[in-house]
T-cell receptor, first 117, second 109 residues
Framework: DTGVSQDPRHKITKRGQNVTFRCDPISEHNRLYWYRQTLGQGPEFLTYFQNEAQLEKSRLLSDRFSAERPKGSFSTLEIQRTEQGDSAMYLC???????????????FGAGSRLTVL | DQQVKQNSPSLSVQEGRISILNCDYTNSMFDYFLWYKKYPAEGPTFLISISSIKDKNEDGRFTVFLNKSAKHLSLHIVPSQPGDSAVYFCAASGDDMRFGAGTRLTVKP
């Protein structure tokens, strides 16, 4: 297993266009998370899935954002009608229910950087 | 809602000395606290965690201390090495995971 994979690594788009990011988690992980990170800030929680069920959505996730995890494996994050304020690094992470230590340790991908012109 | 705060954006220490990174939180319902390290162009990687029922956890050069009454935790790195230079994020785990803004640690040779 090569860890959490995200694609594309970098996307440049014009304002108003739609973009989609894909995340392939570690295969045995049942939880999948999406975070957004802007310069000088920590990762901001967007949403998470347990298997195919989307269990929580942040109020940061406006109606232009939609995330899916159709078969409980890979996930997609779509942003419709992109705005310049959407420019950020979009991070995906996965985890199993709880590790040996009991902590829910997230394994992150390298991220997908979005630039909206 | 900033439930996890790291008030020092940067820290510089000399190689061999102790690095202390601080974190404050507001929600008493968090059950675990974690530290992640991030290098440029990579995602954050897990470093060490502590349960909310403990006050100390040690792993090699890294020790995390938790003061529940003050809603404060800290990460101690002893001795600090140049390879420790990175951005360190404090995170708090409940139903999901919330991160602080990060502290950039620079360890000078």
């Amino acid at each position: 297993d090569t860890g959490v994979s995200q694609d594309p690594r970098h996307k440049i788009t014009k304002r108003g266009q739609n973009v989609t990011f894909r995340c392939d988690p570690i295969s045995e992980h049942n939880r999948l998370y999406w975070y957004r990170q802007t310069l000088g800030q920590g990762p901001e929680f967007l949403t998470y899935f347990q298997n195919e069920a989307q269990l929580e959505k942040s109020r940061l996730l406006s109606d232009r954002f939609s995330a899916e995890r159709p078969k409980g494996s890979f996930s997609t994050l779509e942003i419709q009608r992109t705005e310049q304020g959407d420019s950020a690094m979009y991070l995906c992470a996965s985890s199993s229910a709880a590790g040996i230590s009991g902590a829910n340790v997230l394994t992150f991908g390298a991220g997908s950087r979005l630039t909206v012109l | 809602d900033q439930q996890v705060k790291q008030n020092s954006p940067s820290l510089s220490v000399q190689e061999g000395r102790i690095s202390i990174l601080n974190c404050d939180y507001t929600n008493s319902m968090f059950d675990y606290f974690l530290w992640y390290k991030k290098y440029p162009a990579e995602g954050p990687t897990f470093l060490i965690s502590i349960s909310s029922i403990k006050d100390k956890n040690e792993d090699g050069r890294f020790t995390v201390f938790l003061n529940k009454s003050a809603k404060h935790l800290s990460l101690h790195i002893v001795p600090s090495q140049p390879g420790d230079s990175a951005v360190y994020f404090c995170a708090a785990s409940g139903d999901d995971m919330r991160f602080g803004a990060g502290t950039r640690l620079t360890v000078k040779p």
